[in-house]
Nanobody, 115 residues
Framework: QVQLVESGGGLVQAGGSLRLSCLVS????????MGWYRQAPGKQRDLVAG???????SYADSVKGRFTISRDNAKNTVYLQMNSLKPEDTAVYYC?????????WGQGTQVTVSS
């Protein structure tokens, strides 16, 4: 059973930065697909950033140039560095990994950006 625990969310002013962390139980060496999603109130959960084996990354257009996804295999952790935050980035952020045929989700961490 894979468990994910996100942290690093909080309240920040527009233009500020946050780094989200997703600690994965067990080794992440065998995990080839990782992603950060977000869900604002009343909206669907959308992919923000993805990372696949080989180091390939993808980003939602709304965050390109501001957010960076990365992984640290030694720490079993996936990160989302968020810079130049905007009020519209306010949402609950979720980490997801795919292992084999299964997707595993964290519990989410709230990010609130004030104007």
């Amino acid at each position: 059973q894979v468990q994910l625990v996100e942290s690093g969310g909080g309240l920040v002013q527009a233009g500020g930065s946050l780094r989200l962390s997703c600690l994965v139980s067990g080794s992440i060496l065998g995990i080839n697909v990782m992603g950060w999603y977000r869900q604002a109130p009343g909206k669907q959960r959308d992919l923000v950033a993805g990372l696949i084996s080989g180091g390939f990354t993808s980003y939602a257009d709304s965050v390109k140039g501001r957010f960076t996804i990365s992984r640290d295999n030694a720490k079993n952790t996936v990160y989302l560095q968020m810079n130049s935050l905007k009020p519209e980035d306010t949402a609950v952020y979720y980490c997801k990994v795919r292992l084999g045929l299964y997707d595993y989700w964290g519990q989410g961490t709230q990010v609130t950006v004030s104007s």
